[in-house]
């Protein structure tokens, strides 16, 4: 059983779509990190989340801790956002990242 | 902005060899990470480091494994002796304290023929 789950997996979009990817899981977490992945396997982190909303740029992430369900938003996407976008979970007592299978977006112009 | 470096970027080597990946994390983090990621798979955790030892490690990270801070600034990965499945890229990551975010280096394509 997958700890951390996404979707889609694949996402295809027009520019300028408003995009959401979802991640749920199902361990008790300390913190929730949205992370991209560019084609050359390179990982930035977006967001670290425990609660609430966060916003950067055009990015938005939330966090429901108690339906333990995570989204990440791209609004006004462009082509530039076309990347893998991970969610990965810290568990209560962890060091370790549990990482989810991510969400292949790409933004056509 | 201060970077987690990794060395090499690509290696090819024999199985049965070993070899040693290194990262350079950032100068203040005092937490230390190996991730690897199989291509086409989920990035899977090997171990962590903190206080100049193993805190925690994956199922993964077997007696074929084992780190090292050697001087303070370097924090190695050291495969002893390389099986084929070992082929993955390896990432670096830190961070100053565990509730913060995490850097990672730009990986180490290693090719085990």
């Known amino acids: 059983k997958n700890e951390v789950e996404q979707s889609p997996q694949n996402l295809t979009a027009q520019e300028g779509e408003f995009i959401t990817i979802n991640c749920s899981y199902s361990?008790?977490?300390?913190?929730l990190h949205w992370l991209q992945q560019h084609p050359g396997g390179g990982i930035v982190s977006l967001f670290m989340?425990?609660?609430?909303?966060k916003k950067h740029g055009r990015l938005i992430a939330t966090i429901n801790i108690q339906e333990k369900h995570s989204s990440l938003h791209i609004t006004a996407s462009h082509p530039r956002d076309s990347a893998v976008y991970i969610c990965?979970?810290?568990?209560?007592?962890?060091?370790?990242?549990?990482w989810g299978a991510g969400t292949k977006l790409i933004i056509k112009p | 902005e201060p970077e987690v470096t990794q060395t090499p970027s690509h290696q090819v080597t024999q199985m049965g060899q070993e070899v040693i990946l290194r990262c350079v994390p950032i100068?203040?983090?005092?937490?230390f990470y190996w991730y690897r990621q199989i291509l086409g798979q989920k990035v899977e955790f090997l171990v962590s480091?903190?206080?100049?030892?193993?805190?925690?490690k994956s199922e993964i990270f077997d007696d074929q494994f084992s780190v090292e801070r050697p001087d303070g600034s370097n924090f190695t990965l050291k495969i002893r002796s390389t099986k084929l499945e070992d082929s993955a890229m390896y990432f670096c990551?830190?961070?100053?304290?565990?509730?913060?975010?995490?850097?990672f280096g730009s990986g180490t394509r290693l090719t085990v023929v």
């Open positions: 990551a830190s961070n100053k304290e565990l509730a913060y975010g995490y850097t």
């Open positions: 100068s203040n983090h005092l937490y």
């Open positions: 480091f903190y206080n100049n030892e193993i805190s925690e």
């Open positions: 361990v008790g977490i300390s913190a």
């Open positions: 989340l425990s609660s609430g909303k």
């Open positions: 990965a979970v810290r568990g209560d007592s962890n060091y370790q990242l549990i």
